[in-house]
């Protein structure tokens, strides 16, 4: 924190890397947790149990999901399905409108994102499930399952994918996606990145990440996709992204922390 706000940071002035509603709300919360302590401790016990209940609702199994969506009844409202890979705390996809299925390794990360969508965010929705899932490992066959159990059009999503680790894993999940892409399994797939001109910034360029996503394709897949041009989807200032999936949505998270401008290209079959 007082690296972000010295006078060489990289970071911008006056952003939390926590969302704005969660800001907004930090004291509603904490009023609400003293007002249920006073009431009865029977509040508190329930609470800590809901708490309990999110940490635990992550899917680690396919088959959960399958379940779940043949019992979603609102499923038949979404005309798609964003799979949204290495999804970290998925702030964006929280304000999506988007049916969105998340993908991770880590749980801390969805049980946040679970406590902000029950708790802290004005939106009350259900569009979000949560699956324990190494990008690396299976995502083609995962994919498969989804798309057949459900018929809808599935859209891939690597939002802020990180430029210094698990690059490897990074071009299976890529090659795993082009392969469905190349099928008609998948619609397209979307990058979204982080672009910043400080040269000890670590971020990606349009030519490195192309590099990483492609190294474990194979020639025939890489001739039946095209790749479209980078643009820039928020300024540096922006409180607003241009989202290629998720349409107009607010900039929120470590995206709205980085002094940066948020990049984004699509994957798509050739005609």
């Known amino acids: 924190m007082d690296y972000q706000f010295s006078t060489n940071s990289t970071y911008r002035r006056g952003v939390s890397a926590l969302s704005h509603p969660i800001i907004k709300t ?38 959960n999901i399958v379940n779940f969506l043949s019992k979603y009844s609102a499923l038949s409202g979404f005309k798609r399905i964003v799979v949204s890979v290495c ?20 749980k801390r990360s969805f049980y946040s994102s679970h406590f902000a969508l029950k708790f802290l965010l ?26 057949q159990s459900t018929k809808l059009q599935l859209v891939i999503l690597f939002q802020h994918p990180c430029p210094t680790k698990n690059l490897h894993k990074l071009s299976i999940a890529s090659s795993d996606c082009f392969k469905a892409l ?10 979204v990145y982080d672009w910043h001109s400080y040269p000890l910034k670590k971020c990606w360029n349009y030519d490195s990440l192309h590099t990483v996503i492609t190294a474990e394709c194979s020639p025939p897949i890489l001739e039946s996709i095209e790749f479209t041009s980078q643009r820039s989807i928020s300024e540096m200032t922006a409180n607003q992204v241009q989202h290629p999936v998720c349409g107009l949505v607010p900039r929120v998270g470590w995206a709205a922390l980085k002094n940066g401008i948020e990049m984004s290209f699509s994957v798509i079959r050739k005609v």
């Not at 705390?89 to 998340?102: G, K, N, Q």
């Not at 949560?130 to 994919?143: A, G, N, R």
């Open 26 to 63: 930090h004291y509603e919360v904490n009023n609400q947790l003293r007002v249920m302590q006073a009431s009865s401790l029977d509040n508190i016990i329930r609470f800590e149990t809901t708490c309990r209940h999110m940490k635990d609702h992550t899917f680690d199994n396919v088959d």
């Open 87 to 106: 999804a970290g705390i998925a702030e964006t996809e929280l304000h999506s409108e988007e049916m969105c299925i998340c993908l991770d390794v880590d």
């Open 122 to 147: 004005s939106k009350k929705g259900n569009n979000i499930i949560y699956h324990k899932h190494d990008m690396s490992v299976c995502l083609y066959s995962l994919l498969q399952v989804i798309k």
């Open 182 to 191: 190349s099928e008609s399994m998948v619609e397209s797939v979307h990058y």
